[in-house]
């Protein structure tokens, strides 16, 4: 769980840097699906993200980092694991909800 909070919150750290380009190849933590040839190491860190995420809470701001659909805002999940019927709206962000 330190090395996933590592990751999404000290992005110029070494170790960071060299994941988030080996590895991740610059997708978002909870976006990347690491293939079945990758290390067991980098697929047991990928396997407890889900468990990582349901302890995350997010400060809003002004919106534009935090996904709609996918990040805890509102709840202990995100909001489409509690409407999964709904397609096509993964990529709004808050900020897309925000009136002035």
Not at 10 to 24: E, F, G, H, M, S
């Amino acid at each position: 769980m330190k090395l996933l909070w590592k990751i999404l919150t000290q992005p110029d750290n070494l170790w960071v840097k060299l994941v988030n380009k080996r590895y991740l190849h610059d997708h978002p933590l909870f976006d990347h699906k690491p293939p079945q040839s990758s290390s067991w190491q980098l697929r047991k860190l990928m396997s407890l993200r889900e468990t990582f995420r349901g302890g995350l809470r997010l400060q809003i701001g002004n919106g534009y980092s935090v996904s709609f659909w996918k990040d805890n805002w509102v709840s202990q999940k995100p909001l489409i694991s509690l409407v999964p019927h709904l397609t096509g709206f993964s990529d709004q962000r808050v900020s897309e909800f925000i009136k002035d």
